[in-house]
């Protein structure tokens, strides 16, 4: 008689703790793999965001710059808005007869000044870069030379210190060729320096306290204005081109927020 006899082994339980092991290890391999891809793929995409971002600055800050040259006094402010859209900050007059738009861009502010009938009255432009210098309409120059080469007729002037800054202004009269605008320049607190400043000795100046002529005339000589403003057809320094200052306020640009 043959006898046959069967052994219990221990083998399966542990084939099937094995396999349980394996199989974990795949998922949690599988898991790893997949959150890494995942990573890399926000990280590539995030990476491509910020190149969209600083493509879309740049031709936005570059289509600002050309904009420049399609400002003109005498336009309507619907047209100025159409062309650099909403302002960043909007004054107005208690009689709403004076009102201002400022804009800021990555290397300049842009001030528009216009009337109760939406006529723009006067813009200026205030440098923030020393590697942006604008074309000013009608003098067949740029901003960044000293003073005096813009020329020597200055119709009126001031300049002054307060607790916080220094701040310079002249008025030219541009006559026939600018069609019988003014065109003002300054040294904007708000803006760059693009060289080392060197102001007036006294505390205020203007025609009616005026400087030594050679404080004056080294001042102008050693000095570069960072703002340019245009005026009205026949306007005048003491009309309303004037009511909002020329170029943006020391105040109100130290409360814009620089998203670059």
Request: hydrophobic share 35%; aromatic share 16%; net charge negative.
């Amino acid at each position: 008689m043959w006898t046959f006899v069967i052994y219990k082994g221990c083998r399966m339980p542990h084939n099937k703790e094995s396999t349980k092991k394996s199989l974990l290890t795949m998922i949690i391999g599988a898991i790893t793999i997949t959150v890494g891809i995942v990573v890399a793929w926000l990280g590539a995409l995030n990476g491509f965001f910020e190149l969209y971002n600083n493509i879309a600055d740049k031709f936005s800050q570059r289509q600002a710059e050309d904009n420049l040259n399609a400002i003109y006094t005498g336009s309507s402010i619907r047209y100025i808005e159409s062309v650099f859209g909403v302002p960043i900050q909007e004054s107005h007059s208690d009689d709403g007869k004076v009102n201002e738009y400022i804009y800021s861009f990555k290397k300049f502010y842009l001030q528009v000044v216009y009337d109760d009938k939406n006529k723009v009255i006067l813009y200026s432009v205030t440098s923030k870069d020393k590697n942006f210098h604008p074309k000013i309409p009608y003098l067949g120059s740029t901003l960044g030379n000293n003073f005096d080469s813009y020329g020597e007729d200055i119709q009126d002037f001031e300049s002054g210190y307060s607790s916080k800054f220094y701040q310079y202004e002249e008025v030219h009269y541009l006559g026939n060729p600018g069609n019988y605008r003014h065109f003002y320049l300054a040294y904007n607190p708000a803006g760059i320096e693009y060289a080392d400043l060197n102001a007036l000795p006294d505390l205020h100046n203007d025609n009616n306290f005026p400087p030594k002529k050679a404080d004056l005339d080294h001042f102008r000589q050693n000095n570069t204005p960072n703002t340019f403003a245009i005026g009205d057809i026949m306007g005048s320094p003491k009309g309303p081109e004037l009511y909002y200052g020329i170029g943006i306020d020391y105040y109100v640009a130290r409360d814009i927020p620089d998203k670059d």
